[in-house]
């Protein structure tokens, strides 16, 4: 019964409008996963000050 049951839901998940949604959503949230990791990156590189600069007068 559960592996007829995960075998149905296997064929949904291979049908193609399932497929082409988890692809593209997929994609989305790697989109933004990598424009917030440069964009993070970008704040700490504006942060970082030298010591030498901080100590002078």
Do not use: H, N, W
């Not at 990598?34 to 007068?57: G, N």
């Amino acid at each position: 019964m559960l592996g007829r049951l995960a075998a149905q839901i296997a064929v949904l998940l291979a049908s193609e409008p399932v497929l082409g949604f988890l692809t593209a959503l997929a994609l989305l949230l790697a989109v933004i996963a990598l424009a917030k990791y440069i964009l993070t990156r970008e704040r700490r590189s504006t942060r970082r000050v030298p010591v030498t600069d901080r100590d002078a007068p």
